[in-house]
Nanobody, 121 residues
């Protein structure tokens, strides 16, 4: 059974940094397409970043966030720098084994439970 578990969320001041982690189990994710999404209260879940052999970012986080992976640990990370209050949301890790990168929520088969990120002004 595939499981994704996020960690690393918390409360941070604007301009600060956080690093989110997503630990995968149940299957080797070294060739998986992995993504990070976020959902703020009252809003739809939105794409943040994705990677397989290349990376893809939402315009709103480009240059501030970096997605990376450690295949030996079956993990993917999201380094978030220069955080803004509008980055406040629950952040979700997602994955599947399709080939091309995608920004679409419906394209991902596996999801974590989410981790809260709150950025204070």
């Amino acid at each position: 059974q595939v499981q994704l578990v996020e960690s690393g969320g918390g409360l941070v001041q604007a301009g600060g940094s956080l690093r989110l982690s997503c630990a995968a189990s149940g299957r080797t994710f070294s060739s998986a397409r992995m993504g990070w999404f976020r959902q703020a209260p009252g809003k739809e879940r939105e794409f943040v970043a994705a990677m397989r052999y290349s990376t893809l970012y939402a315009d709103s986080v480009k240059g501030r966030f970096t997605i990376s992976r450690d295949n030996a640990k079956n993990a993917v990370y999201l380094q978030m720098n220069s955080l803004k209050p509008e980055d406040t949301a629950v952040y979700y890790c997602a994955g599947d084994f399709k080939a091309s990168l995608s920004r679409r929520v419906l394209d991902y088969d596996y999801w974590g439970q989410g981790t809260q990120v709150t950025v204070s002004s």
